[in-house]
């Protein structure tokens, strides 16, 4: 069974930090590109982060350049998104997602909320 555990969410100032973490199981974690999605009520998923399986190349979007950092520890098969200088336009469900592109294999977890808020 797959499984893709996030945690790590709350609410937290603006300004401040949070750490998430996805947490994989009956995946070979090495072989996928993980990455963070997030999902306000109203907007569309938007792609937040990608570390790949290979090289290790990182992705961000725009908006969180320079305030979030994504990482991978293959180890622990745990994903992590370092999650500074809070915006509130930050506040959303943020979902985890492993691929493996050449099986189009897909998996998602089920996403922790993140509240920016004064």
């Known amino acids: 069974q797959v499984q893709l555990v996030e945690s790590g969410g709350g609410l937290v100032q603006p300004g401040g930090s949070l750490r998430l973490s996805c947490k994989s199981s009956?995946?070979?974690?090495?072989?996928?590109?993980m990455s963070w999605y997030r999902q306000a009520p109203g907007k569309e998923r938007e792609l937040v982060a990608l570390?790949?399986?290979?090289?290790?190349?990182?992705k961000y979007a725009d908006s969180v350049k320079g305030r979030f950092a994504i990482s991978r520890d293959n180890a622990e098969n745990t994903m992590y998104l370092q999650m500074n200088s809070l915006k509130s336009e930050d506040t959303a469900v943020y979902l985890c997602?492993?691929?493996?592109?050449?099986?189009?294999?897909?998996?998602w977890g089920q996403g922790t909320q993140v509240t920016v808020s004064s």
């Open positions: 570390v790949a399986p290979f090289n290790g190349i990182t």
């Open positions: 997602k492993a691929r493996f592109p050449w099986a189009s294999e897909e998996y």
């Open positions: 009956g995946i070979t974690f090495s072989r996928y590109t």
